[in-house]
C-alpha cells in the first residue's frame, strides 16, 4: 500500500532537492511570514502548508519545527494546493507500516531557514516610522500619505499601502486611523483592496469598498503558532490571519503581508501598521518606508528622486521627504 501511494505522487521538480531549507524554526515565525493557506493536524503536531515555490510543509510539535521521524515536514512542488491530501495519505500508510523512508524519498525531509526571510518596517502613533533597512524618524503629517509602493522583482505586480494620518487631541503629533493595502498586477490594474479603519467601537475592516469583514476577521481562532492555525480568505488575493498579540496580518500572492494593530488610545483610536516583505522586493520599494536595499543611508528618497542624508533634521525629514509622498 506504501509503495502504490508513493507510486501515485505527482513527480516533483529536481531542482526541488536544492530547497530543502525552506521552513521557520518556530511555528509562530512561520504564521507571521504570511504565506501559509492551509493547516492540518497530526496527533500532537500541527503542520502548515508553503503554497509558493519551492513549496513546503512545515510541521511542528510545541512550537519548533519537527525534521526527523513520521511528523517531519517534507518539500513539496507548486501543485501543493491540489496534492496536500494526497501527500499527507501516503506520509500516513507508509509511516503507518514503519517505511517512513520511502515516503520521504519522494518528498524529501527538510530542516529551517539559515537566514533572515523577511524584513519589516512599521509606523505608529505620532507616528513614528522605521523603513525596511533600519532607519527610524518622525512625520507628523496630516491627511493621506503614501507609506509604501513595493513592485516585485519577477511577478509584475505591486503591493502599494496608503496611511492617513490626523491630529492627536491636545498634542502637536499626529496618529495613524486608517491604512489601504492594495495588489495590483501589470495586465491586470488592481485587483484588491483592504481597508483598515480605527473606530471608537474598534477595527472595521472592508474590502474593495463594499465587503465588510469586520466580523469575520473577529471570529478567527488566534494563531499562537503552538495548536491552532485558523485563516479567512476575502479572494484570491487576500488572506488574514489573527495572531495573539492582536495583530491582523493580510497576505498577498506576491508573498507581500502587513500586519495591523489597533491601538485604543484615550484620545484618538489609532493603528500601527508594519508591512513585511521578503527579499525579492529589495531595490524596487519607494514611499515613506524608504529604500529597500540595505542600506539606510539613501532611505530618505523624496518622490522628486532627491535622496537626503541620514543626517537630515527633522523638519528637512518633514517638508523635503515626507510631504513630498503626501497624496
Excluded: K
Aim: a neutral charge.
Amino acid at each position: 500500500a506504501c509503495r502504490q501511494q508513493v507510486l501515485d505522487l505527482p513527480t516533483i521538480s529536481p531542482f526541488i532537492f536544492f530547497f530543502r531549507q525552506r521552513c521557520p524554526r518556530r511555528a509562530s515565525t512561520f504564521a507571521r511570514g504570511f504565506t501559509s493557506i492551509r493547516s492540518f493536524s497530526a496527533g500532537n503536531t500541527i503542520c502548515l502548508v508553503r503554497p509558493t515555490f519551492p513549496v513546503a510543509v512545515c510541521c511542528y510539535r510545541n512550537r519548533f519545527i519537527v525534521t526527523q521521524g513520521a511528523q517531519a515536514s517534507w518539500v513539496s512542488d507548486t501543485g501543493i494546493a491540489r496534492f496536500t491530501d494526497l501527500e499527507r495519505s501516503a506520509r500516513d500508510v507508509c509511516c503507518a507500516a514503519g517505511t517512513c523512508q520511502r515516503f520521504f524519498g519522494a518528498r524529501p525531509p527538510v530542516s529551517v531557514f539559515r537566514r533572515r526571510i523577511f524584513f519589516s518596517g512599521w509606523g505608529y502613533g505620532d507616528p513614528h516610522l522605521q523603513t525596511l533597512d533600519g532607519a527610524e524618524y518622525t512625520f507628523n503629517g496630516h491627511g493621506e500619505s503614501l507609506l509604501l509602493n513595493a513592485p516585485h522583482a519577477t511577478s509584475n505586480s505591486t503591493a502599494t499601502v496608503q496611511v492617513r494620518t490626523s491630529p492627536l487631541p491636545g498634542t502637536n503629533a499626529t496618529i495613524f486611523v486608517a491604512a489601504v493595502v492594495a495588489y495590483s498586477t501589470n495586465a491586470g490594474g488592481l485587483h484588491s483592496r483592504v481597508q483598515f479603519t480605527a473606530e471608537n467601537s474598534g477595527l472595521r475592516i472592508v474590502v474593495n469598498g463594499v465587503q465588510d469583514i469586520t466580523e469575520n476577521i473577529g471570529a478567527l481562532g488566534i494563531t499562537d503558532g503552538e495548536t491552532m492555525f485558523d485563516q479567512f480568505q476575502a479572494n484570491a488575493d487576500l488572506t488574514f490571519i489573527r495572531n495573539e498579540d492582536g495583530s491582523i496580518v493580510t497576505t498577498l500572492p506576491n508573498q507581500a503581508a502587513f500586519s495591523v494593530v489597533y491601538v485604543n488610545t484615550t484620545a484618538l483610536p489609532g493603528l500601527t501598521v508594519a508591512p513585511r516583505l521578503p527579499e525579492s522586493f529589495q531595490g524596487n520599494t519607494t514611499g515613506l518606508l524608504g529604500v529597500f536595499n540595505g542600506d539606510p543611508a539613501d532611505d530618505y528618497l523624496n518622490r522628486d528622486g532627491q535622496t537626503l542624508p541620514s543626517t537630515a533634521t527633522e523638519r528637512e525629514l518633514f517638508f523635503n521627504f515626507g510631504q513630498t509622498w503626501q497624496i
